[in-house]
């Protein structure tokens, strides 16, 4: 199934699912438990959907999944090898000059990935 935009795990399209976070008053949108590489994407979409909301994004370290989205949560999955700290923090400048305010980690980030977005993130 091929989507114009974007989709959350439960299948409805970010677009419609920032509209209706800003129609019930959310202060913020999380994009959450997904590869680092679809963050982009929907945080593009969201910023184009409106401006209003605080974006941030909580990527896992997991490697794709194949086949349906609700078969990535039926058991342990992989840890990614290009999942490291130092990719994880390049993963998170993209995000925040994408407008990410609040960026952390899910499934597979551990500690020292959050070091190191504290330790990179001070320095700028």
């Known amino acids: 199934m091929s989507h114009d935009v974007p989709v959350l795990r439960s299948g409805e399209n970010v677009h419609e699912a920032v509209d209706f976070a800003v129609e019930i008053g959310a202060a913020a949108m999380l994009f959450n438990c997904s590869q680092p590489e679809v963050m982009a994407e929907a945080l593009k979409v969201a910023n184009e ?25 039926d058991g342990l999955d992989p840890i990614r090898a290009d999942a490291t700290p130092e990719n994880y923090l390049a993963w998170a400048r993209q995000w925040a000059d994408l407008g990410a305010e609040i960026i952390g980690g899910c499934c597979g980030i551990a500690p020292e990935h959050i070091r190191a977005l504290a330790q990179g993130f001070k320095a700028v």
């Open 49 to 73: 959907a409106q401006g209003r909301l605080k974006l941030g994004v909580y990527a896992n370290a997991f490697e794709p999944v194949k086949g349906q989205m609700n078969d990535a949560n």
